[in-house]
Nanobody, 120 residues
Framework: QVQLVESGGGSVQAGGSLRLSCAVF????????MGWIRQAPGKEREEVAA???????RYADSVKGRFTISKDNAKNTLYLQMNSLKPEDTNMYYC??????????????WGQGTQVTVSS
């Protein structure tokens, strides 16, 4: 069982930065694929970034070069550093975990979400 608790969302002007954190509670979390998913009510979910157990990462094209995903194994924490934020990044961001990256956001675990709002 894995529990995910996000923090770090908020409101920022376009061009600004935010860092999201996801505290992970549970055993063997290092063996999971971890990532960030964003989804607005009634809209499709979008995988923003993922980091596999071997440290390999992948990003949505819309955030490449602006967002960086990382994890601190000692602190059981996943991060998403978001720079050069745009109004279209406004969304609810969820931390997610799955046994494989192929299943991230489809199966596994989700946090409660943290809201990111970017004003122009």
């Amino acid at each position: 069982q894995v529990q995910l608790v996000e923090s770090g969302g908020g409101s920022v002007q376009a061009g600004g930065s935010l860092r999201l954190s996801c505290a992970v509670f549970g055993n063997m979390w290092n063996s999971y694929c971890m990532g960030w998913i964003r989804q607005a009510p009634g809209k499709e979910r979008e995988e923003v970034a993922a980091i596999d157990s071997d440290g390999s990462t992948r990003y949505a094209d819309s955030v490449k070069g602006r967002f960086t995903i990382s994890k601190d194994n000692a602190k059981n924490t996943l991060y998403l550093q978001m720079n050069s934020l745009k109004p279209e990044d406004t969304n609810m961001y969820y931390c997610a975990a799955a046994y494989t990256c192929a299943r991230l956001g489809v199966a596994g675990y989700w946090g409660q979400g943290t809201q990111v709002t970017v004003s122009s």
